[in-house]
């Protein structure tokens, strides 16, 4: 058949161009290692050129923050619905925010631990922590506002504290070293403990 009679390959709009560079990286540092994420070759493995991937990302670290956020929208995606319909009490929504925390663990398998490599190996590790730690406190913020009462900023870093025994545990859970169901309920109970103080 000749060139002029082929089938032109469909065009991916914006979004799905995106999509797939994401679902790319994930693939190359779940696969060859975090030191292996750069855009270029990225672009190369999704098969587009290299200004197509700056495009969208910019740099390495810009990059690393879209996986993040990816791998948050499973949270939030998760979490909202489920506490919009529940009993407004300091126990249901610890229990429905540990278990989709931990379910975004879980989605993300093991480019968790690889993304979280990438991180750290990256030039500018602490402003990445940063903005995902902000983001993971804000969800819990929102996520519990109803159900708390009290001192803003005792609350803010109480969160703070919940944020990092929620990372250790899902590290510890895609390591293989606990189950989903130990990180969910140790979860939820460092939660109610440690909110109670502030309950409405």
């Known amino acids: 058949m000749s060139a002029e009679r082929q089938e032109p390959r469909s065009r991916l709009s914006k979004a799905e161009r995106r999509q797939q560079l994401l679902d790319t990286a994930i693939s190359i540092i779940e696969k060859e290692g975090a030191d292996a994420l750069t855009l270029a070759h990225v672009a190369a ?52 925010v540990a278990k989709a925390y931990v379910a975004c663990a879980v989605e993300a398998g093991r480019a968790a631990v690889a993304l979280t490599a990438a991180i750290e190996a990256n030039g500018e590790v602490q402003s990445i922590a940063l903005v995902s730690r902000n983001n993971h406190v804000q969800q819990f913020v929102e996520a519990f506002a109803p159900v708390l009462d009290g001192n803003q900023e005792a609350i803010r870093l109480t969160f703070l504290a919940m944020v990092a025994a929620a990372n250790v545990l899902c590290h510890e859970l895609t390591a293989g070293r606990i189950d989903e169901g130990a990180a969910t309920t140790t979860l939820t ?12």
């Not at 050129?49 to 390495?60: C, G, I, L």
């Not at 109970?189 to 409405?200: C, D, E, H, I, N």
């Open 45 to 96: 493995r999704a098969g587009v050129s290299k200004p197509v991937a700056y495009d969208h990302f910019e740099t390495r670290t810009g990059l690393l923050l879209a996986l993040l956020a990816q791998a948050d929208s499973v949270y939030e995606g998760v979490a909202r619905a489920q506490i919009a319909a529940a009993p407004q009490t300091l126990a249901a929504i610890a229990g429905i």
């Open 189 to 200: 109970r460092l939660l109610v403990s440690a909110l109670t103080p502030y309950a409405a």
